[in-house]
Nanobody, 117 residues
Framework: QVQLVESGGGLVQPGGSLRLSCAASGTAFSLYIMGWYRQLPGKQRELVASMSSGESADYADSVKGRFTISRDNAKNTVYLQMNSLKPEDTAVYYC???????????WGQGTQVTVSS
């Protein structure tokens, strides 16, 4: 079993920045692909960014050049640095851990990000 705890969400003005953190416990962190997803009310959860243990990263087109995912395997933590935030980035952001080569994955509880003036 893996526990994921997100932090760092909040209210920010358009053009501002936030950094989300996700701390994982109860796992061999390096065996998991770590990802960030977001969900708007009434919409499906969508992938924002993901990173393998080898630190190969993928991003949704809508966030390329603005968001950066990183991970610290020694601290069992994954981060999402969000710059140049836009109102359309407003959503609940979820951390995800997927065990490599299996259908096993876990979710955090989510953290609200609101971009508004």
């Amino acid at each position: 079993q893996v526990q994921l705890v997100e932090s760092g969400g909040g209210l920010v003005q358009p053009g501002g920045s936030l950094r989300l953190s996700c701390a994982a416990s109860g796992t061999a962190f390096s065996l998991y692909i770590m990802g960030w997803y977001r969900q708007l009310p009434g919409k499906q959860r969508e992938l924002v960014a993901s990173m393998s243990s080898g630190e190969s990263a993928d991003y949704a087109d809508s966030v390329k050049g603005r968001f950066t995912i990183s991970r610290d395997n020694a601290k069992n933590t994954v981060y999402l640095q969000m710059n140049s935030l836009k109102p359309e980035d407003t959503a609940v952001y979820y951390c995800n851990a997927k065990l490599v080569g299996t259908p096993i994955y876990y979710w955090g509880q989510g953290t609200q990000v609101t971009v508004s003036s």
